[in-house]
């Protein structure tokens, strides 16, 4: 039985939503995907642990992904057994008038992960081509364009181009950039966004400012379709995971991550031998206490 599926959703060439399933479980069973997510959860943590160590790297994961497809319980499912020391979260709502007083970018480079860190970011700059590439009207509280007219194929292509500059400069910096869309179909959101009114405990999540949006299911994935065939680069990689099953999309994406991070080279310090004899010393005086 094929466990792993770390390279079965890489973007590599043309991508076409239309061709991309949402329901893909390969040949496990729920419970057997949960069982091999425990065991991936400790080899991340390890991997965590290491890459805190060395202390000379980052790792970005972007996650994006229409409403009700498990962004955040995917952050508690696969992040859960890191330290939370070397792991940070950053949610990205509606800008801030802060936040648009400066470029679309500014906000996210102050979410970067320092050296040694996991950075997850829940949404991201991809919004400026996704959601603002469906309300375009959005983009003129930036207060640098006048008039929805000034959106054109140019404005898109500049947008996607400082994307690929921002990512190819983490790249070249030390930041390693994993980016997941997670793929879930009209029907399973349904399906979950009723939950969320059906279930009591649930209520909280559910906001009727979601439903104008899902009427405009077909125009964000025309938008994800082109900003992931726009921006996936060897650098910094698009994997687009089959999202209707929780419990699957969780197992892929931390493969993912384990197999990003093996990629990377991590060492633990080598001490010099002047620390290694202070060590000896110490634990002599350690003992003789």
């Known amino acids: 039985m094929d466990t792993n ?33 425990i065991k991936e959860k400790e080899k991340l943590r390890e991997l965590q642990e290491k890459m805190y160590a060395d202390g000379s790297k980052s790792l970005l994961v972007i996650l994006q992904a229409m409403d009700a497809a498990g962004k955040d319980s995917m952050i508690e499912h696969v992040f859960g057994g890191v330290n939370p020391q070397g792991c940070n979260v950053t949610s990205f709502k509606t800008p801030s008038s802060k936040e648009y007083a400066h470029d679309f970018l500014w906000r996210h480079y102050l979410a ?7 950075g997850i970011f829940n949404r991201s700059h991809y919004e400026s081509v996704l959601v603002c590439k469906v309300h375009p009207e959005y983009n003129l509280s930036e207060k640098t364009w006048k008039t929805v ?53 649930k209520n909280w999540k559910f ?48 493969q993912i991550i384990i197999d990003t991070l093996e990629k990377m080279d991590l060492q633990y310090p080598q001490l010099s031998e002047k620390d290694k004899m202070g060590l000896i010393e110490s634990k002599k005086t350690l003992e003789s206490e």
């Open 5 to 37: 599926f770390s390279d079965d959703f890489l973007v590599n060439g043309k991508f076409s939503i239309k061709k991309s399933s949402t329901s893909y479980e390969g040949k496990l069973t729920k419970e057997e995907g949960k069982e091999l997510l």
């Open 112 to 118: 970067l992960p320092q050296k040694g860190m996991i």
């Open 149 to 201: 007219k000034d959106f054109d194929s140019t404005f898109w292509e500049n947008r996607y181009e400082s994307i690929r500059n921002f990512e190819k400069h983490l790249s070249q910096n030390g930041t390693t950039i994993v980016k997941i869309f997670l793929n879930v179909s009209k029907g399973e959101q349904k399906k979950r966004l009723l939950d969320r009114i059906d279930e009591q405990e």
């Open 207 to 254: 906001s009727s400012a979601d439903l104008p949006e899902r009427a405009l299911f077909g125009q964000y994935m025309e938008a994800y379709e082109t900003a992931i065939n726009e921006t996936s680069k060897d650098h910094a990689p698009w994997y687009v995971l089959p999202a209707d099953n929780k419990w699957f999309a969780r197992v892929a994406a931390i």
